[in-house]
């Protein structure tokens, strides 16, 4: 089971937004509603910002929003702030063969 | 507060085997899925292995299957990651993670580093 595929890079200046795709299969993204998204700064722990696709978890702010159309994932993070400036990994449930798959990857860059 | 905190990384040779420990806190452990995910140094993060609530269903990454074998006491709140058979590949930090949400991974642990190196 390969990874998902995302671009290596986002950036945006300040106030703007960002939008990060997750590119799969219909055997994971497409197949499921499971999509799930993390943030992650060097050296540190994931934290989980969307699950389900589009829910938030408590805590998270609604700047951070997700969607899905076909085999493609989508976090978008509105109202860039500084604070944002992390790595994002996208995860989808992928059968019960594979279990489950992140993506490659993204880092975002507030300018 | 709800923690995770993961210990028993260590250096050692190809071949060799470790048991990670993850304890947990703060919440009802035996009512909840856990995973093990790992990084490699600068690269992404990989799920490796989950186990269900009661140990009746664990389920494991294709190339750890057969050497990685997770393992819970829900007694002590307690989540294991037994390693055999160890590859420089499998060089990793290893975060333990509970299942929290439908198909995610909410809470987190800080994280252990084991080294495959000859």
């Known amino acids: 089971q390969s990874a998902l595929t995302q671009p290596p890079s986002a950036s945006g200046s300040p106030g703007q937004s960002v939008t990060i795709s997750c590119t799969g299969t219909?055997?994971?993204?497409?197949?499921?509603?499971?999509v799930s998204w993390y943030q992650q700064y060097p050296g540190k722990a994931p934290k989980l910002v969307i699950y389900?696709?589009?829910k938030r978890p408590s805590g998270v702010p609604d700047r951070f929003s997700g969607s899905k159309s076909g085999n493609t994932a989508s976090l978008t993070v509105s109202g860039l702030q500084a604070e944002d400036e992390a790595d994002y990994y996208c995860?989808?449930?992928?059968?019960?063969?594979?279990?489950?798959?992140f993506g490659t990857g993204t880092t975002v860059i507030v300018l | 507060e709800v923690q995770l905190v993961e210990s028993g990384g260590g250096l050692l040779q190809p071949g060799g085997s470790l048991r990670l420990s993850c304890e947990a806190s703060?919440?009802?452990?035996?009512?909840?899925?856990m995973s093990w995910v790992r990084q490699a140094p600068g690269k992404g993060l990989e799920w490796v292995a989950n186990m269900n609530p009661d140990a009746s269903e664990r389920n494991y990454l294709a190339s750890v299957r057969g050497r990685f074998t997770i393992f819970r006491d829900n007694a002590k709140k307690s989540l294991f990651l037994q390693m055999n058979s160890l590859r420089v590949e499998d060089t990793a930090t290893y975060y333990c993670a509970r299942e929290g949400l439908p198909f995610a991974r909410d809470v987190w642990g800080q994280g252990t580093t084991v080294i495959v190196s000859s």
């Open positions: 219909s055997s994971d993204v497409g197949g499921y509603n499971s």
């Open positions: 389900e696709v589009n």
């Open positions: 995860l989808s449930y992928a059968g019960t063969t594979f279990l489950y798959v």
């Open positions: 703060g919440f009802t452990f035996n009512r909840h899925w």
